[in-house]
């Protein structure tokens, strides 16, 4: 069971995780990018936390909302916008609810966080982005289970795959052998929700 508190830890323990990986989330998107991903998210989660000791929000959809605006409005790149629209959907899919009760209920509210991010980004399964880690992790929670190691497959997976959306995909062929920054900072995430719910 995930209480509003567990999402404030989960959102909490990503907050410093970024920090702790902002050089290599940057160090991921030099070679097929522009080198900034984890400045992006750096700012994503200063913006969080400062917004959520403003607004203090006590419900699990509120706390959300929260972090989605602050994706939105400070990010400046690709990944806030996606990041923001995912937020955004499971702010829709949680209102109203006290608790998160079940793997299956949190399977269902990633994957409209998923279909926010493919929405928006008109991004399929393995165009090498962010999508690559949200998806099966979709898919696991709603089997009942969630781990490292299935994330760190997916994050993995993404390396040998040809971009097909974002700056990445400028290079074509050549952004083979890389792993995708998005699905880097994705694996962050969901290592933090696997750590809150340990
Ligand atoms: P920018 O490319 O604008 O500098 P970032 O470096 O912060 O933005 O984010 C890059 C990441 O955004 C990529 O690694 C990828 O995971 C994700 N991304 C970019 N475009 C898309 C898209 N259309 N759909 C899903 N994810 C995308
Ligand atoms: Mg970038
Ligand atoms: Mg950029």
């Known amino acids: 069971q995930l209480t509003a508190k567990d999402v404030q830890t989960w959102f909490a323990t990503f907050t410093d995780k970024i920090r702790e990986n902002k050089e290599y989330l940057s160090d991921l998107d030099t070679p097929i990018g522009d080198g900034d991903h984890g400045n992006n998210m750096a700012r994503g989660v200063n913006a969080y936390e400062e917004s959520f000791e403003q607004k203090q929000p006590d419900t699990i959809s509120d706390i959300f909302q929260v972090f989605s605006m602050a994706m ?3 990010v400046g790149g690709a ?63 709603k089997e009942g289970s969630l781990n490292k190691e299935q994330i ?15 700056r990445a995909s400028y290079l074509g062929e050549r952004s083979k052998g890389h792993i995708d920054p998005g699905a880097a900072s994705s694996t962050l995430l969901f290592d933090a929700l696997v750590e809150t719910m340990e």
């Open 79 to 141: 990944s806030g916008p996606l990041y923001g629209s995912a937020l955004m959907n499971m702010v829709k899919e949680t209102k109203g609810i006290e608790t998160i009760d079940s793997y299956e209920q949190l399977g269902n509210i990633v994957e409209q966080g998923l279909a926010g991010i493919k929405k928006r980004g008109k991004t399929e399964f393995e165009d090498k982005t962010m999508v690559d880690v949200w998806e099966p992790v979709a898919q696991t929670l």
């Open 152 to 166: 760190a497959q997916a994050k993995e997976h993404t390396k040998d795959l040809i971009a097909k959306k974002g």
């Open 72 to 74: 939105i409005s400070k």
